[in-house]
């Protein structure tokens, strides 16, 4: 990106500084995902929401649509082969462009190795790790079709990891695996495509208050109150993607005030 280039500025508004963009979001029927494809619409993106749930789509889709932005409900099992490309075939098919990829769909089950059921290993690498792999593969020439025009002069791959991603703890190795293999991921990611205007994030959240934790063993004896919300961590995605073109937030890890580690 030369120094024109950096000093592009978003074509939208400021109430809507992702206008004419399109974004892709996994795990959008409920929590982070969810949170954050609402969070982009209200910013002026048409969202492409991809889940396993028909019915959370619809209702996603037609709650985007008080927002006067266009959605697009793709039911998909990210764990299955070819489903993440297909997905994001039929995003630019509908909208003629990909601009934004939230990496959020995950699967988590804590256990001692010894007690572990293998098939709750099997899905956990299917969906936090390979699934992110295919996604951001099938994305990228989109993304760096989409950095190269005037739009916005960039495009943003963002990564929903964890806490986990970087501290292991006993009970979640697996996950925890899935979630720093990811980080390990996105940044040699980022270093091949920031000087092509592709900006690649992390954002690593703790404690958050969404279908996967609730009931979950690992709250560090904090009451629930205290968690994060999935509109907490959608914030700090939505911060990252309206940087200006020349700034890239590459990693942003955010606890619960109450979370020590």
């Not at 950095?147 to 791959?157: C, F, M, N, P, T």
């Not at 292991?168 to 091949?192: G, I, M, P, W």
């Not at 940087?243 to 606890?255: F, K, S």
């Amino acid at each position: 990106m030369n120094a024109n280039e950096s000093d592009r500025t978003p074509v939208g508004n400021a109430d809507q500084p992702l206008a004419g963009s399109v974004a892709l979001v996994t795990g959008a029927s409920s929590g982070i995902g969810e949170a954050a494809a609402l969070s982009l619409a209200r910013l002026g993106c048409s969202v492409a929401m991809v889940a396993r749930r028909t019915d959370r789509l619809t209702e996603l889709s037609d709650a985007i649509g008080t927002h006067g932005a266009a959605a697009l409900p793709l039911t998909a099992d990210l764990s299955a082969p070819g489903q993440a490309r297909r997905a994001v075939e039929e995003t630019v098919r509908r909208f003629g462009r990909l601009d934004v990829v939230v990496n959020n769909a995950g699967y988590g089950a804590r256990a001692a190795v010894e007690d572990s059921d293998l098939a709750d290993w099997e899905r956990m690498v299917d969906l936090n790790l390979k699934a992110v792999l295919h996604l951001s593969h099938a994305a990228l020439p989109h993304l760096l079709r989409a950095a190269e025009d005037d739009v916005r002069g960039v495009a943003d791959l963002v990564t929903v990891s964890s806490v986990a991603g970087r501290l292991a703890r006993k009970n979640n190795s697996v996950y925890s695996a899935t979630k720093h293999a990811v980080c390990s991921f996105s940044d040699a990611l980022r270093q091949e495509v920031t000087g092509r205007g592709v900006r690649v994030g992390l954002v690593e959240p703790g404690m958050t208050t969404t279908e996967m934790t609730l009931g979950g063993e690992s709250a560090f004896g904090m009451a629930q109150e205290s968690w994060l919300r999935a509109e907490d961590v959608a914030r700090s995605i939505s911060f990252m993607i309206t940087q200006p073109p020349h700034v890239a937030i590459n990693e942003i890890m955010v606890r619960p005030t109450a979370q020590e580690h």
